[in-house]
């Protein structure tokens, strides 16, 4: 089986929408990621990652019934599948963090631009 490979903002999407279980919606998943996370995340971003996520199998979604809130229009929802909660888990084991550690590590740091290091210092 093809191993899924999850970037950050898509693990992030994918865990939040478990928290979620049946009330993930593309506005939810993104105030829930805003109170979450130190900086903010927009609308587009988050829609743009659902669905990604729909076409690889990750999640699946249905038509939830229309809201008062929301001027009678119906809101799409989306579940984790089985595939999704696998690449989790794939994501958990991969243990990115320490991978990421490691290439730093080997990383010299004569090898990091001049402008970059000046990002670090702000």
Same mark, same amino acid.
């Given at each position: +089986?093809?191993?899924?490979?999850?970037?950050?903002? /898509? /693990? =992030? !999407?994918?865990?939040? +929408?478990?928290?979620?279980?049946?009330?993930?919606?593309?506005?939810?998943? *993104?105030? *829930? $990621?805003?109170?979450? +996370?130190?900086?903010? $995340?927009?609308?587009?971003t =988050?829609?743009?990652?659902?669905? @990604?996520?729909? /076409?690889?199998?990750? !999640?699946?979604?249905? $038509?939830?019934?229309? *809201?008062a809130?929301?001027?009678? @229009?119906?809101? @799409?929802?989306?579940?984790?599948?089985?595939?999704?909660?696998?690449?989790?888990?794939?994501?958990?084991?991969?243990? !990115?963090?320490? =991978? @990421?550690?490691?290439? &730093?590590?080997?990383?010299?740091?004569?090898?990091?631009?001049?402008? $970059?290091?000046?990002? &670090? /210092? =702000?």
């Amino acid at each position: +089986m093809k191993r899924a490979f999850l970037g950050d903002l /898509e /693990e =992030v !999407v994918l865990l939040t +929408m478990t928290a979620l279980q049946d009330s993930a919606y593309s506005a939810s998943t *993104t105030q *829930t $990621i805003d109170q979450q +996370m130190a900086s903010s $995340i927009n609308f587009p971003t =988050v829609h743009n990652t659902l669905h @990604r996520h729909q /076409e690889q199998g990750f !999640v699946s979604s249905r $038509i939830g019934g229309a *809201t008062a809130d929301r001027g009678g @229009r119906q809101k @799409r929802l989306f579940t984790v599948t089985t595939a999704g909660q696998r690449a989790l888990i794939e994501c958990r084991r991969a243990d !990115v963090r320490q =991978v @990421r550690a490691q290439l &730093w590590d080997g990383l010299a740091i004569q090898q990091i631009p001049t402008q $970059i290091l000046q990002l &670090w /210092e =702000v």
